[in-house]
């Protein structure tokens, strides 16, 4: 007959850490790294979320409206420095702005308010997957509008600190800033 070996205060310290590391990866992965998205559909404007320095989020956005899931692009020009509105054929209506405050609460707050004038009723947003939980979020917040989450891919060298930085902004945005 097997003796039981007796489990050691460290022993259940360990398995406790092990059991919070893996529910933290897999929330991680879920929520930053295969967090939900959608297809693209016929809406009425596709809004390219700002800070992306090589535009690929309004490229994107523009690509959208030419495919003729919109008839407008509605591109943020955030980040710490702004950018110039993107090159665009004649044929794509776009709209560029710059948020106050300078961030994707921001964003969705403008975006809102542009909505509401406008009647518009469902919206794509276009974000980096990472941003695509948090963006949900704040603009479900925002607007009563039907959201469609298409976002592009983070550059994987990049993951690692937009995980970090999404995590952090996540719980601003639970905690500190709860409302639009």
């Known amino acids: 007959m097997p003796?039981?070996?007796?489990?050691?205060?460290?022993?259940?310290?360990?398995?406790?850490?092990?059991?919070?590391?893996?529910?933290?990866?897999?929330a991680t992965a879920r929520l930053f790294v295969w967090s939900p998205t959608d297809s693209p559909t016929?809406?009425?404007?596709?809004?390219?979320?700002?800070?992306?320095?090589?535009?690929?989020?309004?490229?994107?956005a523009i690509a959208l409206v030419r495919e003729g899931f919109a008839p407008v692009a509605v591109i943020s020009l955030g980040g710490v420095h702004a950018v110039a509105c993107p090159a665009h054929p004649e044929t794509v209506k776009v709209i560029c702005f710059r948020a106050d405050p300078l961030d994707?609460?921001?964003?969705?707050?403008?975006?809102?308010?542009?909505?509401?004038?406008?009647?518009?009723?469902q919206l794509i947003v276009v974000s980096e997957r990472s941003q695509a939980t948090r963006a949900r979020l704040l603009f479900t917040r925002c607007t009563a509008a039907h959201l469609h989450m298409v976002p592009v891919s983070d550059p994987i060298s990049h993951l690692p600190y937009d995980i970090a930085y999404e995590w952090a902004a996540l719980v601003k945005a639970l905690v500190v800033h709860r409302s639009c």
């Open 3 to 26: 003796v039981p070996v007796p489990v050691t205060v460290r022993g259940r310290v360990v398995a406790v850490g092990l059991v919070v590391v893996g529910l933290f990866s897999l």
């Open 42 to 60: 016929r809406v009425d404007a596709v809004v390219a979320l700002g800070g992306d320095p090589g535009q690929r989020r309004a490229h994107q």
């Open 104 to 121: 994707t609460r921001g964003e969705a707050q403008y975006v809102a308010r542009l909505a509401r004038r406008r009647h518009w009723d």
